[in-house]
């Protein structure tokens, strides 16, 4: 494995599990080995977590790759990528690790691998005959194993390691609860559709210490599509929160990038004026709907304030939907909140919160609300979770691209440093008039 | 709303030109 691998100390900048992801997602695109040691070194317990383990995996599987390490407490990741593959693709960690996590990290190689090669067929065959998973466990040998041969018209499942955003402790303390156990892999025919690459993804979807999949649906994924030229499709079928997940949802690329070619650089720097603000608080299970009534209403006196500013000539029309989710759409008990702020050149920002254990409803909208405005009130194009989320696509991009952000966070200069470790992409930091301010980013 | 230029960055990136 080591020889010409690239080294990425884990424990540096942000050291936790963005580290990971970025890493083997960039990996698997330049097609260079990777050794990550120190895996999630500033997080308790270090190393791999599930969630973790079923990206890395999820990962390894899209680029054809071989991996090492990919088992939970994992502290070093070996990576081997082979060549990036379209394909039907099925995730599970089998706890409530975050959803919208796996999805970032295969996000960057499937919007890379152009369409299906073989209309679908192929992952018919393995749906059937488990081939590819008896493949790749040969060749991977994962120290985890595969949980599960497929069968027809099953998911094909593997094996698995771990997950998380910022620290995900909370999420993976409780191990699998899904019987049928954790794995990433192909899919057979449970994903129907054209010859585009999909994902199948089960676990949270509102999970603390990562972004709830509203906002992937609802911010990351309108972003890229503007930026990249490109063309997804978010349908999430049930939501899971901690401590059981159980969530699924789908994603479609149902445009990539042709196949051989680069991503295109793109400039977002004009913010432009809020035109509108949509919030929306939902509550699950047990948890009665007042809760998110109380997530609401901290959030409109946040956005009241903030808008009644003289700054606001005509403050934008903000509207609030409390969403209770039924026993179809959510499994388990779980509420959260997400206030999404569009601007007249296409901007979206957003603030979020996914209700904490023993946390007042009042408390997670104010949150989210001062999130958003503290985000509008920096004037950039992308608000403070999506700084970083766009770094891969800058990386893997043809030329030069710009980014108006607000101050940059410790997971953006996590991004770039990554970045810069495992491709020829350079960054830097400029203030408004051109001049250099890479003291913050470095 | 806000002041942006105060609390703003432009964060610029000559890319790798990745493809696969």
Redesign the interface.
Known sequence: FDGGATHIDGSYFEGGGQVVRNAVA?AS???QKLRISDVRANRRPSGLAYQHCTGVELVTRICDGVVGGAAVGSTEVRLAPG??VPGRYVADPGTAGATALLAQAALP?LL??GPLQNGGEEMEALGKGGGASAAAKERSGTESGFEQEGKAGEHVTASVSLVDYADDTEQEEAGPSHKEGMGAGKEGSAVTGGGFSSLLLRGGTDASKAPPIDYIKEVLFPTVKRLLGVELEMHVKRRGFYPKGNGELTVTITKS?E?????P?FSL?E?G??TSVHVRAFTAGALPQHVSEEMLQSARAVLDS??S?P??ASPPPVQYESVRETPESAFGNGAGILLLAETSTGCRLAGSRVLERGQKGADAGREAAEDLVGD?????CVDRYL?DQL?VF???????????????TLH?CTAVWV?ESM??????????D?QP?TN??R | ?20
């Open positions: 960039l695109i330049t097609g060549t990036i190689c890379l691998a990038v196949r051989g070619k680069c991503l650089a720097t913010r004026n809020v903030f808008f500013s700054a606001f509008l009130r920096s004037g950039g700084q770094v800058m990386a893997a991009a043809e030329g030069t691209s710009r980014l108006l952000i607000g101050r940059p953006t970045a491709a020829s992409a350079r960054f830097r930091l400029l203030t408004h051109g301010a913050l980013l | 709303f806000g002041d942006p230029g105060t609390e703003s960055w432009i964060l610029e990136c000559d890319g790798a030109a990745l493809n696969v």
